[in-house]
C-alpha cells in the first residue's frame, strides 16, 4: 500500500468516495515518461538499470531500449526483463547520438528520460516524486534535479561536482554542464534530433538548445539519478572537451567562451 492509499484509508467513510474520485482524475492527468537506453555490450551493467526502471512506483512509465547489435548477453538481458511497456531494438546503428535519435522516434512519453547502462534511479519512488512536483495543468519543458555517483557495483560514491543551479537557463551551461544530461527531463513535443557533427558532446548542444526552446524550467529539488562514473566523454575526454568548447563558441560567442576557458583555468589551478 503507498503512501496516498493509506490516506484514503483515514478518509470519514461517508467522503471517500468522492475523494477517491479525486484521486482518480489526479491519476489520470500525470504526466507519462519515456526512460531512453542506448546500449552495447552492455551485459555486465544493464541488468540493475533494467531493474531500476521496472521497480520505479510512477504508473506511466515506457522504456525504451536501443541497442546496437550487441554480441555479447545484452540482448537476452533486454529480452529476459522486458515487460509490457518495453520497446526495443537491437540493429546496427552510426553510433551513440544516432542510435538516441532513434530511440526519441520510438518514444510514447510526454517527458523524455536518458539513462545509461549502468545508470539507475535514486530511489524506487524518484519519478513519481519527480513528476508529482509540478502542476501537470502547467507542465514545464524541463525537470531537472541532483545527480549522485555510483561505483561499478552501483555503490554511492559522492555527490556530482557541479551542482544544478537553483534557476537554470539557457546562459547557465556556460559555466559546463551544470545539469547531468541523465538529471535533465525533457518535454517530447520539445526535443529535436542530437546532431551527429558531434561525437562526444552532442548531448551538450542538445540541451542548450532544448533550453533556448522550452523556456520553463523547473527544479525538482531532488536526487534524481544514480550516474555511473565512467563513459564514453570520459573515456574520450580530450575529444569531448574539443566539441564543448566549439558548441560553447556557437551559442555563446568566442570572447565570452574564451574568458569563461580561463576562469575554469584558474579555478582549477587554485583547487
Given at each position: 500500500m503507498g503512501e496516498d492509499d493509506e490516506l484514503l484509508c483515514q478518509v470519514i467513510p461517508g467522503q471517500r468516495e468522492a475523494v477517491v474520485s479525486f484521486y482518480c482524475h489526479l491519476r489520470e492527468k500525470m504526466?507519462?515518461?519515456?526512460?531512453?537506453t542506448v546500449t552495447y555490450n552492455a551485459e555486465h551493467t544493464l541488468e540493475?538499470?533494467?531493474?531500476?526502471?521496472?521497480?520505479?512506483?510512477?504508473?506511466?512509465?515506457?522504456?525504451?531500449?536501443?541497442?546496437?547489435?550487441?554480441?555479447?548477453?545484452t540482448v537476452s538481458l533486454i529480452e529476459t526483463h522486458a515487460g509490457k511497456k518495453t520497446t526495443w531494438v537491437s540493429e546496427p546503428?552510426?553510433?551513440?547520438?544516432?542510435?538516441?535519435?532513434?530511440a526519441m522516434s520510438m518514444a510514447m512519453g510526454d517527458y523524455l528520460c536518458f539513462l545509461n547502462a549502468g545508470d539507475t534511479f535514486y530511489a524506487p519512488d524518484t519519478v513519481e516524486k519527480m513528476m508529482r512536483s509540478f502542476d501537470p495543468a502547467r507542465p514545464p519543458g524541463i525537470l531537472y534535479g541532483e545527480t549522485a555517483i555510483v561505483d561499478d557495483n552501483g555503490r554511492f560514491l559522492h555527490m556530482r561536482r557541479l551542482k544544478a543551479p537553483e534557476k537554470l537557463t539557457w546562459k547557465s551551461f556556460k559555466q559546463?554542464?551544470?545539469?547531468?544530461?541523465q538529471a535533465?527531463?525533457?518535454r517530447r513535443d520539445l526535443a529535436r534530433p542530437y546532431d551527429l557533427s558531434y561525437r562526444f558532446s552532442s548531448d551538450f548542444d542538445w540541451c542548450i538548445r532544448v533550453m533556448k526552446k522550452g523556456k520553463?524550467?523547473?527544479?525538482?529539488?531532488?536526487?534524481?539519478?544514480?550516474?555511473?562514473?565512467?563513459?564514453l566523454t570520459t573515456t574520450n575526454r580530450k575529444a569531448?572537451?574539443?566539441?564543448?568548447?566549439?558548441?560553447?563558441?556557437?551559442?555563446?560567442?568566442?570572447?565570452?567562451?574564451?574568458?569563461?576557458?580561463?576562469?575554469?583555468?584558474?579555478?582549477?589551478?587554485f583547487k
Open positions: 504526466k507519462s515518461v519515456s526512460v531512453i540493475r538499470t533494467l531493474k531500476s526502471v521496472r521497480e520505479q512506483t510512477h504508473p506511466e512509465i515506457q522504456h525504451v531500449i536501443v541497442d546496437g547489435n550487441s554480441s555479447d548477453a546503428d552510426n553510433g551513440l547520438y544516432d542510435a538516441m535519435n532513434k559546463g554542464m551544470v545539469v547531468c544530461h535533465f527531463i525533457v520553463t524550467m523547473h527544479n525538482t529539488r531532488l536526487i534524481l539519478i544514480n550516474y555511473l562514473n565512467e563513459g569531448s572537451l574539443e566539441e564543448r568548447y566549439r558548441i560553447m563558441v556557437k551559442h555563446y560567442g568566442h570572447i565570452s567562451t574564451f574568458f569563461h576557458h580561463i576562469w575554469f583555468a584558474v579555478r582549477a589551478i
